[in-house]
């Protein structure tokens, strides 16, 4: 990507998406993509079917919580 390019994300904070969590990151936080967008989620393991709530979106990824 160029500096001053735009990126639109395919999830918005406050969204919930039923997701899969397919990897594991460094850090120990789940992995799940929606659109191919990358989803951190703390506390999910692989294989969870979550349910998510988008908290903050950055530029090449976003930050959820597991809704109740």
């Known amino acids: 990507m160029f500096r001053g390019e735009t990126y639109d994300a ?3 904070e406050g969204t919930e998406y039923d997701v899969t969590i397919e990897d594991i990151a460094r850090e120990g936080d789940g992995i799940a993509r929606v659109q ?3 989803i ?4 999910a393991k692989i294989g ?3 349910k998510i709530k ?3 979106v950055m530029r090449r990824f976003a930050i959820a919580s597991i809704s109740d």
């Open 10 to 12: 395919p999830v918005a």
């Open 36 to 38: 191919g967008f990358v």
């Open 48 to 50: 969870d079917n979550v």
């Open 54 to 56: 988008v908290d903050k």
């Open 40 to 43: 951190f989620v703390p506390g």
